[in-house]
């Protein structure tokens, strides 16, 4: 596909994108028409619809978009830099590592502001990828051994998470509910929270689209051609940990994006590495819009986390895609 496609695809998305965050303006407890969404939207009035707008849907939505491209940028990083294609936030035990000091931090330090959670959030999605990948030189960082080592990281915070949890009380209800990734009451100064790390990420991403493209190559012929390994690879690691550490204290853990966008996007075949991020962003934004909409509409006025909807989504999708053969990992089919 090359680059007026990638562009005219990327186009569809993002309108895609803007029409089911138009859609999600319409449900809830008191639902709108699309004539008093679309009225409401171009000249606030300050009444109740008004309000429901911009101060309790919009925002939600915008926040479901820019959280799905951050972990659909950060699946990419991590399968790229870890030339695995299983790798994604969650396997590499990176979401555990930012999810679980920040339930401790919840729990054990409530007086300290949320204000620091995406650098705790950082620091152990750091601490556990390190892990990781330690682990996995033991079977010389093959990509079965980096996922076996993630999951293992990843089943050994979760218990405690688990036992954290245990010791919350009534506390244990709100939590539950965000480890399973929702953006239920999220408005602006969330958004506002998050996005500096997704920008990072993206922006951090497509400025070392070069490196990326010769990290797909193996290390001997990057180190050949001049890139140093020891340089690049702790800073994509960063840049990949970056959106999880500011999604994860606004979401929680949101499964499959990381993992699918990715593999979505090299179905399309874009040209070059740049236009593969960008693509990857949408395609992951497009995702969680979605599946926001869904969790919102499918039990109204109740609503399901949006975790629990991608992963129902995803897995048999994901599925599908392994049976028949059509996952891709530069070119080499999984």
Request: hydrophobic share 55%; charged share 10%.
């Amino acid at each position: 596909m090359n680059a007026r496609k990638s562009l005219a695809v990327i186009a569809l998305l993002v309108a895609a994108i803007l029409l089911v965050v138009f859609l999600g303006l319409l449900p809830g407890a008191k639902a709108l028409t699309i004539g008093d969404a679309t009225r409401v939207l171009l000249a606030p009035d300050g009444k109740v619809d008004s309000i429901l707008v911009w101060t309790l849907r919009l925002p939600r939505s915008l926040v479901a978009a820019f959280a799905g491209a951050g972990l659909a940028v950060s699946g990419y990083l991590l399968q790229t830099l870890t030339r695995n294609p299983l790798a994604d936030p969650g396997i590499t035990g990176v979401t555990a590592g930012a999810i679980t000091p920040i339930v401790c931090c919840f729990v054990f330090l409530p007086w300290l502001s949320s204000v620091y959670y995406p650098f705790i959030g950082l620091a152990g999605g750091l601490a556990a990828a390190a892990v990781t990948f330690w682990v996995a030189k033991g079977g010389q960082g093959r990509p079965l051994h980096l996922a076996l080592g993630g999951v293992s990281v990843s089943l050994f915070l979760g218990a405690i998470t688990i036992y954290v949890l245990l010791l919350t009380g009534p506390q244990s209800t709100s939590l539950l509910f965000w480890l399973s990734g929702g953006f239920q009451g999220r408005s602006w100064p969330h958004l506002a929270y998050m996005l500096p790390w997704i920008l990072i990420g993206l922006a951090g991403a497509l400025a070392l689209h070069r490196v990326i493209a010769m990290f797909a190559l193996s290390d001997h012929a990057a180190a050949g051609m001049g890139l140093q390994l020891s340089l690049w690879k702790p800073v994509l690691l960063v840049l990949g940990i970056c959106p999880v550490a500011g999604v994860a204290p606004v979401a929680g853990p949101v499964a499959f994006v990381g993992l699918a966008a990715p593999h979505i996007t090299r179905l399309l075949k874009p040209r070059g590495v740049a236009w593969e991020i960008a693509l990857c962003a949408a395609i992951g934004a497009l995702i969680v819009t979605v599946a926001d909409l869904i969790a919102r509409t499918i039990a109204i006025p109740k609503e399901l986390p949006v975790g629990i909807v991608t992963a129902l989504i995803g897995g048999p999708v994901f599925v599908y895609l392994i049976q028949r053969g059509r996952l891709q990992f530069r070119g080499q089919g999984l």
